[in-house]
T-cell receptor, first 116, second 113 residues
């Protein structure tokens, strides 16, 4: 079965500084990888995904993520954080191929707080 | 294009009752998934439907069921409600294919008393 780990429940960063939200996964084969963001009392919003190709994926609102196959990681990054980036971030993985248990599995979430 | 809509947005039910939640996907999306979100368990997958067929099912008891209609709209039902069913229930839709991102609705906040 697949699993996703977000080792940090909380990440604090000063506005203007770079931010990283960590994600590692466990799944057989090459999975599809996703990042979502959730603002209070809202559903999740899609940020970016890795399907294949370039290991650096660019997404919405200036976010990017780096896929590292050897470390089974997919860390979310942004060069310069904004206060408005403060939200709950989820990493998700979905196995490829046929068969059952191919659902999207989410990590536990990381609360990002950008301090002014 | 209109987003995913979920009705109702808020529900208060009593233990033992049943509840039906509704989800209308983005036009053209044929895949609909349901998730339960709680502070303790996080986001947990309930089930996924595609073209009126259940493709995947999460590890939830049989009290949780769902269905999808020919217009891709979906409903989920929870029977014999328990206090632990209090949660935010999220619906998401996507194009066919596992590599496509899911688009989430605002959720239905269910409170069981």
């Amino acid at each position: 079965a697949q699993s996703v780990a977000q080792p940090e429940d909380q990440v604090n960063v000063a506005e203007g500084n770079p931010l990283t939200v960590k994600c590692t996964y466990s799944v057989s084969g090459n999975p599809y990888l996703f990042w979502y963001v959730q603002y209070p009392n809202r559903g999740l919003q899609f940020l970016l995904k890795y399907i294949t190709g370039d290991n650096l994926v660019k997404g919405s609102y200036g976010f990017e993520a780096e896929f590292n196959k050897s470390q089974t990681s997919f860390h979310l990054k942004k060069p310069s954080a904004l206060v408005s980036d403060s939200a709950l971030y989820f990493c998700a993985v979905r196995p490829r191929g046929d068969g059952s248990a191919r659902q999207l599995t989410f990590g536990s979430g990381t609360q990002l707080t950008v301090l002014p | 294009k209109a987003g995913v809509t979920q009705t109702p947005r808020y529900l208060i039910k009593t233990r033992g009752q049943q509840v039906t939640l509704s989800c209308s996907p983005i036009s053209g999306h044929r895949s609909v998934s349901w998730y339960q979100q709680t502070p303790g368990q996080g986001l947990q997958f309930l089930f996924e439907y595609f073209s009126e067929t259940q493709r995947n099912k999460g590890n939830f008891p049989g009290r949780f069921s769902g269905r999808q209609f020919s217009n891709s709209r979906s409903e989920m039902n929870v029977s014999t409600l328990e206090l632990g069913d209090s949660a935010l229930y999220l619906c998401a839709s996507s194009l066919a294919g596992d590599g496509y991102e899911q688009y989430f609705g605002p959720g239905t906040r269910l409170t069981v008393t």
